[in-house]
């Protein structure tokens, strides 16, 4: 005979979900407990039982009613579980608080649990000191999309976060950076081939204006010609590894025919009264100007992370998945945004975006990047749009790639090769960032000649 309280402590390394079981008592109050004894029996048809001590007055309450509701309990509701365990003094009413509705059978069913099943009681089957009950399903609903509450080692948790081992970075800000602080053209492709040699994709073109309040379809192209400023491109940089940001479809066209690889679209899902803006619309635009060329785009939702948005963000998420867009970015837009609703925001759609790319791009405001940069990585997050030497203001480059380093995760970028350059951009200059030898522009590119490949935050 096994040792009862071995075979208890054994029993309490398996974590499990967390629900609250809810009955009618014969007066067709409500009664529920929490309970983590639940499973599925069969898919056809739907079958789940529980399994509920002999004594509780729970047990013979759904004995007599022939009905119970699973409610699945998600992380953030620890209180709820503990209130329903009986663990909360003078709670006269374990339901007061909550939102309740009611399916089929007429037990309470939690409008905020992750989802909940409604069943009729179909088979009792004695199992020692408990009984198995095995419930048809009638109703069911997934109401949220959040982690679940677990139980482990008779204490309440979540799951741990696993840091990625492998992160990915694209410089979305440099050139225009520092092409709008007159850096001469050399200079400027001199960062370009040093960022693609070090492992970092780069944004070579940004037509779309994106100052504060700026309209996002309103396009402000750059002083530089678009056609001569990809042709002043290294050689050593594929253009195919590179982005443009870009404000209709004649310019996301206009990029792709001339070599680019990704061209970035802006949706702003705020609904501005000032600008008219609809959310619905703006998704619209944005799809729109990427029908037939989703695999080659990236779109970018302003402000995404002010919980008033959340919304709009987690429907358009997964409307871009579903299209099959190449990435979809969600940028701190002017580091207004804390750790926690960064956590709250990539908790709900870091999964939904699957397959997609999910980039994050996070500004340094009150030197808070790294710490939202390590946020996101541990809410799923492996692509980061950054900008070297922290230009603009947002997560400087080099110090993210040591973040990463010190935390074991990988990433194809070269630290001391960034560092260095950070180190000139931060001097007078930037000229002679490769050494004294010239950078040679893509018109110098003789036929048939080819580039090396870089990865980016698609890769």
């Not at 204490?155 to 007159?182: N, S």
Request: with cysteine; hydrophobic share 45%; net charge negative.
């Amino acid at each position: 005979m096994v040792d009862p309280q071995v075979f208890r402590d054994v029993l309490a390394q398996w974590p499990s979900g967390v629900t609250v079981v809810t009955t009618l008592a014969a007066d067709g109050s409500r009664i529920g407990m929490t309970a983590s004894s639940f499973s599925s029996v069969s898919a056809t048809p739907a079958l789940v039982s529980i399994c509920l001590d002999r004594t509780l007055y729970t047990h013979d309450q759904i004995a007599q009613a022939g009905c119970f509701g699973i409610n699945v309990l998600a992380k953030d509701q620890i209180e709820v579980g503990r209130r329903f365990a009986g663990m909360v003094k003078d709670c006269p009413d374990r339901f007061a608080g909550e939102e309740w509705s009611t399916a089929e059978t007429g037990v309470a069913l939690l409008d905020s649990a992750l989802g909940w099943l409604d069943c009729r009681v179909v088979h009792q089957y004695d199992g020692g000191d408990h009984t198995i009950f095995v419930g048809e399903v009638l109703a069911a609903n997934a109401a949220r999309r959040s982690a679940p509450l677990l139980y482990h080692a008779r204490g309440w948790g979540q799951f741990a976060d696993v840091l990625p081992e492998v992160a990915t970075l694209a410089d979305g800000g440099a050139v225009r950076a520092l092409r709008e602080r007159g850096e001469d053209p050399e200079s400027v492709a001199a960062v370009i081939a040093a960022l693609a040699g070090a492992g970092v994709r780069v944004r070579v073109l940004d037509l779309v204006g994106t100052e504060p309040g700026a309209d996002p379809s309103v396009v402000a192209v750059d002083a530089v010609d678009t056609q001569a400023a990809l042709a002043a491109v290294p050689t050593c940089v594929d253009l195919a590894t590179t982005t443009a940001r870009v404000g209709d479809r004649l310019q996301a066209e206009q990029a792709l025919s001339l070599g680019i690889g990704t061209v970035e679209v802006i949706a702003d899902l705020g609904g501005d009264p000032v600008l008219g803006a609809d959310p619905d619309e703006a998704l619209a635009r944005a799809l729109a100007t990427i029908e037939g060329i989703e695999d080659r785009a990236a779109v970018t939702l302003l402000d995404p992370f002010d919980p008033a948005r959340a919304e709009n963000v987690i429907a358009a998420v997964i409307t871009l998945a579903a299209r099959g867009v190449r990435e979809v970015c969600l940028p701190d837009t002017d580091g207004r945004a804390t750790a926690l609703e960064v956590r709250a925001l990539l908790a709900e759609v870091t999964r939904l975006a699957r397959p997609t790319a999910l980039r994050v791009a996070l500004h340094d405001r009150d030197r808070l990047g790294l710490v939202k940069a390590l946020t996101a990585l541990k809410s799923g997050v492996t692509h980061f749009d950054t900008t070297l030497g922290g230009l603009g203001g947002a997560v400087a480059t080099e110090d993210l790639v040591r973040l990463l380093e010190t935390l074991g995760v990988t990433t194809p970028a070269d630290p001391h090769t960034l560092s260095g350059l950070a180190q000139q951009l931060r001097g007078e200059a930037t000229s002679g960032l490769l050494g004294p030898d010239p950078v040679a522009d893509r018109s110098e590119l003789a036929p048939g000649t080819s580039t090396p490949d870089t990865v980016g935050a698609a890769g």
